[in-house]
Each structure stands twice: as structure tokens, then as C-alpha cells.
């Protein structure tokens, strides 16, 4: 990784400094994202890899390596849930082992990107909290757009209201509107993304996200 370059002439370590060191610059923090929609099954591959003691030490130098490079976290979009916990617990005991001990190497933000089945990512937050005695996941990037634009229409009572309501369990603050930050996309002009953030985010949650960059021209946000 360290040898790969962006636009053919910055390397990666270099640009990630330049993103929070530029003049004006807004950027605090740049996480690594984990998953993906589609049929990619990262989370998936990533069980298979950990029946292997040679594979996962592997792993997880992959990793290391990343973090070395100035990303200061990582964001977990597991699209592979079921719904169902039993048949989920290969995914979710993998990522709550992986929260854990991407803290201990130094990840300093951690985040979820839900757009459904609920139930199997507060079981994530019940059992990291139970393991480390403190939640290391610091919030959820909730997807309003793709399979999740349904999402837009219910962002208080689905899910701030899940985190308000699971608080003690998940050992986080009852602030839902906090925790919870909504995306929308940017697949139409400025404007859609504006109406979108005032029609159903506005009151309800604290900030929220465009998904994403290359969808809108630069001049454009």
C-alpha cells in the first residue's frame, strides 16, 4: 500500500496529509471503509479468514499498514446480515473482534454503516460494550440512499429512537440524534441534496453525509 499513488504522483500517506494540512482545509479525520454493497461478501471472506491463524495474523498487518499510512479509522458496511441473529453470529462476532482490536492498534474513530436489519448491528454494539467495558463505536453513518432511501422517511422513530431506547446496553449517551448521522445522496443536483437534508434530517439529528463524492461535479458542493 505504501507504494500505491493516487492520480499517478502523490502517494497515499502524503495525500491523507495533505486532505487535513491544506489551507481551509475541513478535514479532520479519514477512515478506511470496509465493505461495500453488491456481492462483494468482505465480511464473509473475512470469517473464512479467521479459521486460519496465518491468514488472519496477515490480515491484520494488512491493516496496520493502513493505519500507519494516517487513516484514523475504519467504517464497517456489512450489507450481509440476515436479519436474524443466529445466522448472523459468524459476521457479528468478526466485527466486534475487529472493533476491538482495531482500538488496541490505534484506530481512534470507528463507524457502522447500517441500512437495515437492525437487530444484528445493535447486537454488535451490545457485545463490543460487553467485551471492552466502553463502546468503540462512535456513531453510524445510517445509508437514506440505494437500498436504504426508505431510511429518510423514518430516521426519528427507526433509528435515533433505537439508540435513545438501547442506551444503557449499547454504553453510549441517550443522545440519538447525535449518534445517529443520516446520507443522502448526490446523484442529482445541489439542490436535492439540500432538500433532502432540510425535508428529513432537520430537528431530527445533529450532521449527516453525501454519498457520494464522485457522484456530484467538484463546483457543484
Avoid at 6 to 15: A, E, F, M, V, W
Avoid at 126 to 134: L, P, R, S, T, V
Avoid at 150 to 175: H, L, P, Q, R, S
Amino acid at each position: 500500500l505504501n507504494a500505491q499513488y493516487l492520480n499517478g504522483t502523490t502517494p497515499i500517506k502524503d495525500r491523507i496529509s495533505q486532505l487535513k494540512s491544506e489551507t481551509n482545509s475541513q478535514v479532520n479525520n479519514v477512515l478506511f471503509g470496509i465493505g461495500s454493497g453488491g456481492n462483494t461478501n468482505d465480511f464473509s471472506h473475512i470469517v473464512q479468514v479467521y479459521k486460519n491463524d496465518t491468514l488472519k495474523q496477515q490480515m491484520y498487518n494488512n491493516f496496520q499498514v493502513i493505519l500507519d499510512l494516517g487513516i484514523n479509522g475504519f467504517d464497517f458496511d456489512c450489507e450481509e446480515f440476515t436479519g436474524i441473529t443466529d445466522r448472523d453470529k459468524d459476521l457479528i462476532n468478526v466485527i466486534v473482534d475487529m472493533v476491538s482490536n482495531f482500538a488496541k492498534m490505534g484506530a481512534s474513530i470507528q463507524t457502522f454503516v447500517p441500512y437495515n436489519h437492525q437487530k444484528s448491528w445493535n447486537t454488535c454494539l451490545e457485545d463490543i460494550y460487553k467485551q471492552n467495558k466502553k463502546q468503540l463505536v462512535n456513531w453510524w453513518n445510517l445509508q437514506c440512499y440505494a437500498g436504504g432511501s426508505n431510511n429518510k422517511y423514518d430516521i426519528n422513530k427507526t433509528w435515533v429512537e433505537n439508540i435513545d431506547a438501547n442506551a444503557d446496553v449499547f454504553g453510549i449517551d441517550n443522545n440519538g440524534s447525535a449518534y445517529i448521522v443520516p446520507g443522502f445522496s448526490t446523484t442529482g443536483p445541489v439542490q436535492e441534496v439540500d432538500r433532502d437534508f432540510k425535508t428529513y434530517a432537520a430537528g431530527i439529528v445533529d450532521g449527516g453525509f453525501v454519498w457520494n463524492w464522485p457522484d456530484s461535479e467538484p463546483t457543484q458542493l
